[in-house]
């Protein structure tokens, strides 16, 4: 796969005709990285836009006593960076990154990105929806540490991302939750007499999502 078919797999550029395609590509590169290795560091300074073409990516923080706090996944067809500034061409790291599968990253060069696109009114529509949703996730990850209870935080990552939930050890999910896991056990067999989900050979099914949805409606949401 060249970069210009690379750059196609993102939904970002879709807008873009070959001739704005070329000249993406002519800033940018692409990487490959393995399982478990890192992307970036909490306070590392980038230069460039980083997408992720395929592959899974968790974003953490670790506290002053070296313990990992998990924030959220990114998955492919994403937008790695985290943007504070269009005129200051420093990228800030707020938290680290790494790899959960072998992933594809594309970088591109964000001075030349600014001057060759932002400038001409071209991708700002786009970047400005990705901020925004970007906004809307860190909303959710306040509530998830700050408001919700253990119950509510279960129901909303069934709500949010079941498949990710059925994907990962009860251990894990209860370790991204900052929940224990018999807190965990406890809520899913809740949940399972009640009707609104069923579990069947390890893997929860939603049976009423309007249910779910109503534990964490209106607490902080």
Do not use: W
């Not at 706090?69 to 269009?86: G, Q, R, V």
């Not at 498949?163 to 991204?176: D, G, H, P, T, Y």
């Not at 406890?186 to 779910?212: A, F, P, Q």
């Amino acid at each position: 796969m060249n970069i210009q078919e690379t750059i196609k797999k993102i939904s970002f550029f879709n807008n873009l005709d070959d001739e704005q395609i070329e000249l993406i590509a002519s800033i940018s590169n692409v990487s490959k990285h393995s399982n478990k290795s890192i992307l970036y560091y909490e306070s590392d300074i980038s230069k460039s836009l980083l997408f992720l073409v395929e592959g899974l990516i968790k974003i953490y923080k670790v506290d002053k006593f070296d313990n990992e706090i998990f924030l959220y996944h990114i998955y492919k067809n994403s937008m790695i960076s985290e943007l504070s500034s269009t005129t200051n061409s420093d990228i800030y790291c707020f938290s680290n990154a790494e790899f959960t599968e072998d992933s594809i990253i594309l970088s591109v060069n964000f001075e030349k990105f600014k001057e060759l696109f932002l400038s001409k009114n071209i991708l700002t529509m786009e970047l400005l929806e990705i901020l925004l949703k970007k906004t809307h996730q860190l909303q959710c990850i306040v509530n998830r540490e700050l408001v919700f209870d253990a119950t509510a935080k279960v129901a909303f990552m069934l709500t949010q991302d079941l498949a990710m939930f059925n994907k990962l050890k009860r251990q894990e999910v209860s370790f991204m939750l900052h929940i224990q896991p018999e807190t965990l056990s406890r809520v899913l067999k809740r949940l399972t007499r009640n009707g609104t989900i069923s579990i069947e050979n390890g893997e929860v099914i939603i049976e009423n999502k309007e249910d779910l949805i109503s534990i964490f409606k209106g607490v902080g949401v």
